[in-house]
């Protein structure tokens, strides 16, 4: 058995949602709040919509629960709260700062339709620390039309200034399609101006609604991926480009420098689905990852201890000997392994192959020491400089200052940031870390992709 420290969640809060996005992968259920004054729904409101199951969702007392069952494993994961639309959950506020209490980093995924100044100081207040906002055009009605809601990429971008003006960081999420596909260059600038800590590219999974979305080819898959390591070159040191349902990534990034700062750690490609990452849907049942709906069991009924160390769906992602196909053969099986949520969705099989990817096993090889010798496929092993997921170990003395910092990283990152920090201490003749030691050391983990751990403002 195979047991890994869960390192973040999705958590998808509630099915409502006040648009009708065409790749919606969950699907959610439309509510219009067009009419709203407080950008909140109240418990009421939720009561009396038509078709709509509240009591099917996990209870404010179970969302507890639950949290301090992930707390068990690991006390200090990324909690990512979304929907649907999380701001639509009456609680939202309450699960979140009882989260945070408990030693989450909290985050939004959000449309950004309902943000204004009132709600994001709430969420600040209840201890959300950042927030993931959708935007998949910087033309309005190429936006309004995907998110179907005229209206909503301005609604959005008013949003974003109100966690601007909070002095929230915020990210950019985008999904990747044919009929964006050649927009991407110009929204890295857009989202680079707007002042986004992080560009996440999403590559489709089709479920859901995302059935029906026209999917990238293979071929335009390996372009967009270039285009990002070249993007990432040019925007290092400024704003994070990552990967989402990519890992084949990694591999672009090996045969374009295989020394590259982006092969090590999270952001850098690799598929963490039921590794060291989850899903909770609003009724409860447990998904390796948002993409991938197959029910490992319900929080409900099971514990999330026993189902993230038990589960038999768990146990085959964690390991790469069970690949079928060309991941199974392929030489970068442990840099990428697949998306497993896109293996399941054209196949019915989540250890099938990855048809998105057009590399052939050995290729690499081949292409790099002439095509007349035979293809290597044995596993490509990149050497960690600094390893993914290390535990918290100090060996100097910290400031309670420089210690506040630190919880500003997400866990899988903050052992990653304490060695690196505490060596460069070190090879400086300092004893003690402080704040100002940490800001030294940013501008290295903004090169790596690695996050910020700026202060709270």
Not at 111 to 140: C, F, R, Y
Not at 243 to 269: E, M, W
Not at 431 to 446: G, H, I, L, N, S
Request: hydrophobic share 35%; glycine share 8%.
């Amino acid at each position: 058995m195979q047991n890994t420290k869960v390192q973040a969640v999705s958590w998808n809060i509630t099915r409502l949602c006040n648009l009708k996005c065409t790749h919606c992968y969950l699907p959610a259920g439309f509510v219009d709040t067009s009419e709203l004054e407080n950008g909140h729904l109240h418990l009421s409101d939720i009561q009396n919509l038509k078709g709509y199951a509240r009591d099917a969702e996990l209870s404010q007392s179970q969302c507890f629960r639950v949290i301090d069952e992930i707390a068990e494993i690991n006390p200090h994961i990324l909690l990512i709260l979304t929907g649907g639309e999380p701001l639509l959950r009456p609680d939202i506020l309450e699960i979140s700062k009882y989260a945070s209490d408990t030693g989450f980093l909290v985050v939004m995924g959000t449309n950004g339709v309902l943000l204004n100044d009132a709600v994001v100081e709430k969420m600040q207040q209840h201890g959300v620390t950042g927030a993931g906002v959708s935007l998949d055009s910087i033309q309005p009605t190429n936006h309004d039309k995907f998110r179907g809601m005229e209206g909503a990429w301005k609604a959005t971008m008013n949003g974003i200034e109100a966690l601007k003006r909070a002095q929230m960081d915020f990210l950019v999420q985008t999904s990747v399609t044919q009929w964006n596909y050649d927009e991407i260059p110009r929204i890295v600038e857009f989202a680079y101006q707007l002042g986004a800590k992080v560009l996440n590219l999403y590559f489709l999974v089709r479920t859901g609604r995302g059935k029906t979305v026209m999917d990238l080819t293979p071929t335009q898959y390996e372009k967009m991926l270039e285009t990002m390591f070249e993007l990432q070159a040019a925007y290092t040191g400024k704003m994070l480009i990552a990967a989402k349902c990519a890992p084949h990534y990694k591999r672009v990034i090996y045969g374009q420098q295989s020394d590259s700062a982006f092969l090590q750690g999270y952001p850098s490609g690799t598929c963490p689905c039921g590794i060291y990452y989850c899903r909770i849907t609003p009724e409860g049942e447990l998904t390796p990852c948002p993409y991938l709906p197959v029910s490992v069991g319900n929080l409900k009924d099971e514990s999330f201890v026993k189902l993230w160390n038990a589960s038999k769906t768990f146990q085959d992602l964690r390991n790469r000997d069970l690949l079928e196909g060309k991941c199974g053969a392929c030489e970068f099986k442990e840099v990428c392994g697949g998306c497993r949520a896109r293996a399941y969705a054209t196949t019915g099989n989540y250890l099938a192959e990855d048809a998105s990817c057009e590399y052939e096993p050995g290729s690499q090889s081949a292409k790099s020491e002439g095509s007349n010798l035979a293809s290597d496929t044995s596993p490509v092993q990149i050497e960690k400089r600094v390893a993914f997921a290390t535990e918290t170990d100090y060996e100097l003395q910290w400031t309670e200052a420089a210690e506040k910092r630190l919880k500003r990283v997400p866990s899988f990152a903050r052992g990653m940031v304490v060695k690196s920090v505490e060596k460069y201490a070190r090879e400086h003749g300092y004893r003690e870390v402080t704040p100002e030691m940490m800001q030294a050391v940013k501008k290295r983990f903004d090169k790596t992709g690695i996050p910020s751990f700026r202060p709270k403002r």
